[in-house]
């Protein structure tokens, strides 16, 4: 190959440029996004949606690679990673970013939110801005808030219906302080552990159950190991899509407004295919003869009294809560 063509080639091929940002050739750049969900799950394909729609927006100069499957790591570690530009995008759940951006604690609250709607509709006004601006503090960019549905207990050894149920069962939850303590106060033993350790401490009986929506519930196989699903519906804590700010800091402001409006075209998209994937989850659980019961939430509402005092502990936080509260009156 003479001197010339190799260097046409070098320019093609992928180059790291510092950071998380590659750069395809002179213009093209490729962010890196991390999901801990395989291929198919909304999360994912609302991100390559987002990507479709960068693409098209900034004539094929933007495009977002997602690595789904945990292929980047946990959440935790992506969630490090993404702080200091390794990784550029990353959708997690707002629970393990609770330690991080305290605002992220109250829309994961138990049972602050009525219904999905209700959901949707705070995360989409001011409410869910101001908890996203939160985000840059920390070093990240809130984009987008997704849909997780309501989390609701699931086990190995018995159908939940009372809080008496839960005592001496040992759950697995997401790793945040605030899950610990919600699920202590419902009288159960509460073990953080990342999410793809989960199935096999289930198999071994290291634990005994966890917590998730349908999608997570299906899609993880934990209904394999663990056939009981109880519909407390505890939080309705939801997903964001952020980005590492030093990625952010690298884009032109034409393209951090692409960025985010991409972003903004994806929720909708999301929502779609969540509603969908909630219903197709349900049923291939109830094929595998997952049992599924209703609970009377009342006692677990009550239960929970403790986690607003503990967890709305300042006054932004309190203000947050009631700026819930009021949305539904
Ligand atoms: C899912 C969520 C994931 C992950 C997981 C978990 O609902 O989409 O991002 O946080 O829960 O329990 O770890």
Redesign the pocket.
């Known amino acids: 190959m003479g001197m010339m063509k190799r260097l046409t080639a070098a320019l093609a091929v992928a180059t790291v440029l510092g950071g998380g940002l590659v750069a395809a050739n002179a213009q093209e750049v490729v962010l890196r996004s991390a999901d ?2 395989p291929d198919g799950y909304p ?1 994912v394909e609302a991100v390559k949606f987002m990507s479709d729609v960068l693409k098209k927006e900034t004539d094929g100069r933007i495009s977002i690679q997602v690595f789904d499957s945990h292929q980047l790591g946990e ?1 935790k570690e992506t969630i490090e990673q993404t702080k200091f530009g390794v990784i550029d995008l990353n959708r ?2 707002f ?2 970013m609770n330690g991080i951006v305290p605002a992220t604690i109250v829309p994961c609250m138990p049972y602050i939110f009525t219904s999905k709607e209700n959901m949707r509709s705070v995360m989409d006004g001011p409410i869910g801005e101001d908890i996203l601006k939160a985000f840059e503090p920390a070093g990240y960019v809130g984009l987008a808030v997704y849909d ?1 549905g309501a ?1 609701s207990f699931y086990n190995s050894k018995h159908p939940i219906k009372t809080l008496e149920d839960l005592k001496g069962l040992k759950f697995r939850v ?1 790793q945040s302080d605030l899950f610990v303590d919600m699920v202590n106060a419902l009288g159960a033993n509460a073990t953080p552990m990342a ?1 793809g350790e989960v199935y096999s401490g289930l198999q071994t009986g290291l634990i005994d159950g966890a917590e ?2 349908w999608p ?1 519930y299906e899609s993880s196989k934990h209904f394999e190991v663990a056939k009981y699903y109880s519909l407390d519906q505890h939080s309705q804590c939801p ?1 964001v899509l952020m980005m590492s700010k030093v990625s952010w800091d690298k884009l032109s402001p034409e393209d951090q407004t692409a960025v985010r409006d991409a972003a903004k075209q994806s929720v909708t998209k999301m929502r779609e295919l969540w509603d969908a994937q909630e219903e197709k989850s349900r049923k291939i659980v109830e094929a595998a003869g997952v049992e599924i019961n209703e609970v009377d939430p009342a006692p677990f509402v009550k239960a929970m009294d403790p986690i607003y005092e503990k967890y709305a502990d300042t006054p932004e936080l309190k203000d947050l809560v009631k700026r819930i509260r009021d949305t539904q009156k």
Do not use: C, F
């Open positions: 801990t969900h999360t959440e997690v759940n629970a393990p997780s989390r997401i999410y998730n929506n997570s997903e």
